[in-house]
């Protein structure tokens, strides 16, 4: 837990079932750091105006970046929709492209949606007690499709870092939206653009 | 989840409860699997001549070996003595030294033992919520000290491997025993025999 590269045994306290710890502070994103991330930017606009609320948070430990070290905490998306389309994660590539990460689904109903620069992809449903597996090359983001917050406790090499930027520039090829009150996966009309 | 280095996103259920999966079997070590591990190996032997019971099981999945790639699963100890000695893992260091793991308690009471090479050691409590940080150069052995199963949820690099030997030969420095209703955490008279 310092920029040594020697680190001691820790340990450190997430509530099972909330997720949170009071032993540190979690990463927010709150609407407005999510512009440009949904197909329905009106909508967007039009919810930050009336409450900015909080879509997501994380905890982001510190650890030095080697390929021994393992980086972890929890994630927490709370529920709701930007349009049609539910609340969800920025989603990223790690820049270590070939690097993977585990989701442990503590709480709630979603999805880790998946794809690779290849072109394939994968929602993967998450749902207390699922474990996902998301091999090198594949960005990852959780969505909630739920009424609860989902909760995901996760685990990666901590050198892998984070490319959010591909996903910002290009978008998903899919998302997840409600239609007549079921969850669809469809085509993402702006991906590329 | 096979032999080539490509690895398709994939999900498993673990119960969050139970820490069981019905996906797949357990890797299971019974008391007869544990000869040599206890300081009282008459008590041992003597428990095993009326049952040969499960001390614990995990989940071993298969993985390229590949320094990208993570196995991740559920380890459950289950709760009892061998003479002052409670039950617990084998313990092991990883095969790749300096590679950590992540283990995330979902029930029970215990403690994550864990020393390197050099002498230091560290008794990390284990409760459902705590999330223990063993870093590469460290063995590390789960102990129970309650009354339920021990579960948790771990994560390690994929190419780490297991080396049992050099604890099975030389042993741990300390050991946690109950003394007079309590949890103490002791001096390992046949360390390094």
Redesign the interface.
């Known amino acids: 837990m310092s920029q040594e590269l ?11 079932i909330s997720g949170m710890s009071n032993e540190r502070s979690t990463t927010k994103r709150h609407l407005s750091n999510m512009r440009g991330m949904f197909s329905n930017g009106e909508a967007l606009e039009a919810m930050i105006e009336k409450e900015n609320s909080l879509m997501y948070e994380f905890f982001e430990l510190e650890m030095p970046e080697k ?4 980086l ?1 905490g929890t994630s927490i998306v709370y529920p709701g929709k930007v349009g049609n389309e539910y609340f969800m994660t920025k989603g990223h590539f790690h820049t ?1 492209l ?5 989701y ?1 689904c ?1 709480g709630g109903k979603g999805y ?1 949606l ?1 794809e690779n620069p290849e072109g ?1 992809w ?1 929602a ?3 749902t ?9 090359r ?1 960005a990852h983001r959780s969505i909630n499709v739920g009424d609860e917050p989902m909760i995901t ?1 996760f ?3 901590a050198d892998a870092g984070h490319d959010y930027g591909t996903i910002e520039t290009k978008g998903y090829r899919k998302l997840i939206v409600e239609n007549e009150g079921k969850v669809e996966i469809v085509d993402n009309p702006k991906w590329g653009v």
């Open positions: 020697t680190v001691k045994p820790f340990s450190m306290y997430f509530d099972l390929d021994g070290h393992l972890f270590i070939d690097t993977a990460e585990v442990y503590l880790m998946m394939d994968i993967e449903e998450m207390p007690g699922k474990a996902v597996y998301v091999p090198g594949y406790f685990v990666f090499r």
